[in-house]
């Protein structure tokens, strides 16, 4: 089992409205200054879980199950952190019953400023989470001031006049997740470049498709070695294209070669994809990624455009078996699918799978019957499905596997998406 983003806020909400109603005068635990100082405490404490979690720190992605939840779970911990703080803003968090002071005396303005500061810093920071119509290149400077914008947050609640003492259970609590917080976005903006696991690649080779490139890339220091379905920050030396950007590793043959499918999906794989060449440089961060086969007597796999990738490493993985039992459903729109359908429809023949091209969404027959058929011949109990590809089409998986009686414990997927 593994942490979901309703655990991570739970728990950090209980934790700090446990510890700041401990500390304040019982007659007061049920006004709205009590729970609005609460309030305050647990935006402090979502904010530098966040934090904790932008850093891609190994152990935090195995209580999460891979990175890619790391990042649903760290969005909305920016989302809960701002509403609480929205609260905490509207009520003041003053009692005439409490004995006040602040941790760190500053003068009255700056005291004030910094708590303006401090809540649209939050605001900034969820808003840029959230929009994803900034292009890729702008959108990952500005988030690189989260970690600065933090450390506005924390001298906030340490010159705010408050009952709450350093030494008490909730400045314990505040002191140890802004800490953390502190050094994980100090990790993550200063010394992530040069202390994360990563390799140093040269492009081999470029293979075109319809809007997309196969980039083969040969090691020339450090090579990193996948496992079939993980994914790596690809970081290539060419101005324009320096953003780290994450890609899953199509396959990772013995000689340390790495293979990536890249569609132009956004504004820098668009440029990537026109600008790719052999003998470029690149860097490749990971890996990362907790989506591995999970074999049964039934595996449905279904890909949907460049989810693909993952699905494409679990056939070429030569130390897997038992691929009778796979099917392989492939949504892609006809034109645009790289690689071709008759090219993986090969690949999966080669391994004993079987593959069903789907060119007209879930609703289209060819999906529905054979999804059907398969479920109701292996039963229920015994199918896994993996799923990797848009949100809409794994809304629609899930409608259908309800249909079917399928229960959600069957579906594994991974998210393509990390903004």
């Not at 809960?80 to 500053?106: G, K, M, N, R």
């Not at 999804?371 to 809409?392: H, M, N, Q, Y």
Request: aromatic letters at 12%; charged letters at 20%.
């Amino acid at each position: 089992m593994h942490l979901e983003s309703w655990h991570t806020i739970g728990l950090l909400a209980a934790v700090s409205f446990a510890a700041t109603m401990h500390d304040i005068a019982p007659g007061t635990r049920l006004t709205l200054a009590a729970w609005s100082l609460a309030a305050g405490v647990t935006a402090v404490s979502l904010m530098g879980a966040a934090a904790v979690l932008g850093g891609r720190l190994r152990v935090v992605e195995s209580l999460f199950g891979g990175l890619d939840r790391v990042y649903e779970v760290h969005k909305w911990l920016g989302v809960w952190a701002l509403a609480f703080a929205s609260f905490h803003f509207a009520f003041a968090a003053q009692h005439e019953a409490w004995v006040v002071q602040p941790i760190l005396e500053l003068p009255r303005f700056t005291t004030r400023l910094v708590r303006q500061l401090a809540f649209l810093a939050l605001m900034l920071i969820v808003l840029l989470a959230l929009n994803r119509k900034i292009p890729y290149r702008v959108w990952r400077w500005w988030h690189k001031l989260s970690g600065p914008l933090f450390a506005i947050v924390v001298l906030h609640w340490a010159s705010f006049r408050s009952p709450i003492a350093l030494s008490d259970a909730t400045g314990i609590w505040l002191a140890a997740m802004s800490a953390l917080g502190l050094a994980a976005a100090a990790y993550k903006l200063l010394l992530y470049p040069f202390l994360a696991r990563h390799g140093h690649y040269r492009v081999a080779a470029v293979s075109p498709g319809p809007e997309a490139i196969h980039l083969e890339l040969e090691p020339v220091a450090r090579p990193l070695t996948f496992k079939a379905g993980q994914f790596g920050f690809l970081r290539m030396k060419e101005d324009g294209l320096r953003e780290p950007h994450p890609f899953t590793v199509a396959a990772n043959t013995h000689d340390g070669r790495a293979h990536l499918l890249i569609r132009a999906l956004g504004d820098y794989t668009r440029e990537l994809v026109a600008r790719a060449a052999p003998g470029m440089h690149a860097e490749l961060y990971g890996p990362y990624g907790r989506f591995e086969r999970k074999p049964a007597s039934c595996e449905i796999w279904i890909a949907g455009g460049v989810g693909i990738s993952p699905f494409v490493s679990w056939l070429v993985d030569d130390k897997a078996r038992d691929f009778e039992h796979v099917t392989l459903f492939y949504f892609f729109t006809p034109g645009r699918e790289f690689p071709s359908a008759e090219t993986l429809a090969k690949l999966a023949k080669s391994r004993g799978a079987s593959f069903v091209p789907v060119r007209e969404g879930p609703s289209s027959p060819e999906f529905r019957e054979q999804l059907d058929r398969i479920v109701r011949s292996a039963g229920t109990a015994e199918v896994e499905i993996s799923f990797c590809g848009p949100l809409g089409l794994l809304a629609a998986v899930r409608e259908r596997m309800r249909a079917l009686g399928v229960p959600e414990a069957r579906l594994r997927y991974e998210r393509i998406e990390f903004r």
